[in-house]
Every structure is written in structure tokens, then in C-alpha cells.
């Protein structure tokens, strides 16, 4: 359905910080935030370089051991997710060059090397919502488009 779609970070409604293996993710709308693991994450990255879904599957594909029809439904599952959380959002004209500014390495994300592929083992998106209440409290809110931590002018 997404296949040829690309997609960006809903910024600044979303805020997020990649670690070894996991990458945590904040919707300061809703209060949410989510926990991507390391396949994930790998996915998430390449839509953030401005990869395609078809794009992302095919190196998702090559970099894990498995069926490629099954990686591909998988990975489109979890973009299915992504839009519906509202963390990812369609790549625009407007957003091409935002997207063209995200410093990506030569394959885009941080994909093991061809020779050391592992089992592909379907992406997990963990929604975590017991901190609700304290991230639509928190003063984070309180910025201009850039994004935390620049506050907006007169606040």
C-alpha cells in the first residue's frame, strides 16, 4: 500500500534518541512514547534517510536471512504503525530537503554487513503510556518549530 511512499519524522511533535539497539521515541502530542528494538530501529532509520517502504524492505531483505514477501509485510506493518502512532508523516516537496539533511552513512542506516546476516525476526513497537500525564505537563510543549530545547519567542 506504501510501497513507493517515503516518509519523515513528524517533527517537532516527535522527539526521539537512538541507542546501540533500541530507539526510543516520544509523541509530545499524545504522551505517548514508543520502543523500537534493533530491527526496528534499522528500519526506522532508513525512512528517516528518506528510503522508500519498497526501498527499506529490499535492504532489510538483504541484510537478514528470510523470506522476502514475509520482511516486506512486516516492514510495511510497522510503517502501518509509525503513521498511525503519528510519529512518521508523508514526505512532502516542502520536507524533501529536511529529510536530505538527516546525516545518513553509505547505506543508510546501521545494517549489519552482507556477509554476517543474521535471522530476520519481525520489528517491535512497544507503546508505553504511564508517563501521559507528566510529558503533556512538562514545559517541553513550550517550543517553536525547531523543536525542544528552543523555546518560542516571549516564552
Known amino acids: 500500500m506504501h510501497s513507493g511512499m517515503r516518509f519523515r ?19 509530545l502530542d499524545s504522551g505517548n512514547y514508543f520502543s523500537l528494538d534493533r530491527i526496528g530501529g534499522q ?4 525512512l528517516e534517510c528518506g528510503a522508500s517502504v519498497m526501498e527499506t524492505a529490499k535492504a ?6 528470510g523470506n522476502q514477501d514475509h520482511i516486506r509485510k512486516e516492514v510495511s506493518a510497522l510503517v502501518d504503525r509509525l503513521i498511525c502512532e503519528e510519529l512518521i508523516v508523508p514526505l512532502t516537496a516542502e520536507s524533501e530537503s529536511a529529510v ?17 546476516r543474521g535471522p530476520f525476526e519481525p520489528p517491535v513497537l512497544q507503546k508505553y503510556t ?15 518549530d525547531a523543536g525542544w530545547p528552543n523555546k518560542t519567542k516571549g516564552g
Open 9 to 27: 519524522i513528524n517533527k517537532p511533535k516527535v522527539i526521539l534518541e537512538s541507542f546501540e539497539d533500541e530507539v526510543v521515541i516520544v509523541n
Open 43 to 46: 528500519i526506522f532509520d532508513l
Open 60 to 65: 532489510i531483505s538483504s541484510s537478514y536471512m
Open 100 to 116: 536530505a539533511a538527516v546525516p545518513c552513512d553509505s547505506n543508510g542506516s546501521k545494517l549489519p554487513p552482507a556477509n554476517d
Open 130 to 144: 504511564d508517563m501521559q500525564e507528566l510529558l503533556l505537563l512538562d514545559p517541553i510543549h513550550d517550543v517553536d
